[in-house]
């Protein structure tokens, strides 16, 4: 056994004879989940039981989980290193973050404003006081005023060189009188004082004046700081009047995904799958079934798993189950339908990905080469509601079923 595995494993207590092998633990590419439950506590074993083994005797790798598809850079190594050493100055509840997560991506602002408040509530914009933070060799005092400490806060507030953007903004006189100088206590402030409205037209104002500090500092030929040439209102009129002519655009442009069953071409059958979901019981549903292309039923089928750490990685293995129920009836051509779009876009992407999500989309082309002809469709819910039914039928179903025409409960049949 891998000696980093064995280590692991030791330091909650589990004691493995010299010589064990992963393999051992793997009967027929599925884990052998009695001998992984008698030697390892539940939480471990839930955890080793949602990892993804491969059908195709794909190699191992390493692939680093601060990436979503796998692959080390720089940037996301460079923040994991700093935050190591530079814990956030103000701590928060796990509630009071996730509310306040909910409402910014809530607001109606344009993605760059919430980006910014993103990264101004973690203090990594470039202010001399942040730069300094992370070696940068900076003074950390206010390059406008020169007399204060360049800290988020100050760079966009309080700084009296900006004090004057924010002349009739009745938000920012109301949060004077708070007292609240950390970005974090002034981001919090908002969320629980402010109407919706009040709070996406500060939070643009906001960005505005970083916008003309960052403009009048990095522009050499610029001799005094310029007031924005737009003011919140506008801007946010502007972004929401984008936003309702895309939707109609929508609306009216066609799309490739189906909105309802189609029969596939003569000679092909049809395989919708579908993944649900039940968090409580630590269970996921896998169902499907098989179509004729004059629409009859061929199999419906339908498992139990333990419930995996992604939404999408439920989907692949829902995909995954389809293609090897077709392969071991025999089919030849087969046209297979999912209503996850990142389920389909994680298997016809063409870009390198070493997570799980990208083993099992690795493993699912494979099995597509199995096939005389085999196309991946993305559908709509409505066009998949059959599967999904099934998916849901299976989390409660006491062990895995296949059903055929004549072999099937009554009240399916009568469905």
Known sequence: MD??????????????PEGSRVSAWINNHKWNTAII?????????????????????????RYWKF????????????????????????????????????????????????VFWWRAFHNIIPTEQNLRRHHVPVSGWCPLCINQEDSTSHAIISCPMVRGFWKGNHVWTKLKRTGCSAIQDICFWVMNHLSKADCEEF??????????????????????LQPPRTNASVLLDDYRAAVRDLSINQHHTATTSQETWQPPLEGTVRIDVDASFNTAANVCGLGGLIRGNDGTMVI??????????????????????????????????????????????????PTSDLSYVGSCAQEIRCLCLDFTSAT??????????????LSKFAISSPAPFEWVPGNSPLWWTNL
């Open 3 to 16: 000696t980093s595995i064995k280590s692991t494993l030791e330091s909650h207590g589990i004691r493995l």
């Open 37 to 61: 439950r008698n030697t390892c506590p539940s939480y471990i074993a839930n955890g080793i039981l949602t990892i993804p083994l491969s059908r195709h005797g794909q190699d191992n790798t």
């Open 67 to 114: 990436e979503p598809k796998g692959h080390y850079s720089v940037k996301s190594g460079y923040r994991i290193g700093i935050g190591l050493h530079n814990p956030p100055e103000h701590q928060s509840d796990a509630s009071t973050m996730e509310s306040w997560w909910k409402f910014i991506w809530a607001l109606s602002i344009p993605p760059k404003i919430r």
């Open 203 to 224: 939070m643009c104002q906001a960005w505005l004046i970083w916008s003309v500090r960052c403009s009048f500092l990095h522009d050499q030929e610029k001799q005094e």
């Open 300 to 349: 419906a089928f339908g498992l139990a798993i333990p419930k995996p750490d992604t939404v999408v990685m439920g989907e692949l293995f829902a995909i995954r189950e389809g293609l090897r129920l077709a392969k071991e009836k025999g089919f030849h051509d087969i046209c297979l339908s999912s209503d996850s779009l990142l389920a389909v876009q994680a298997v016809t992407s």
């Open 376 to 389: 991946l469709l993305h559908v709509r819910r409505s066009a998949n509601e059959v599967a999904h039914f």
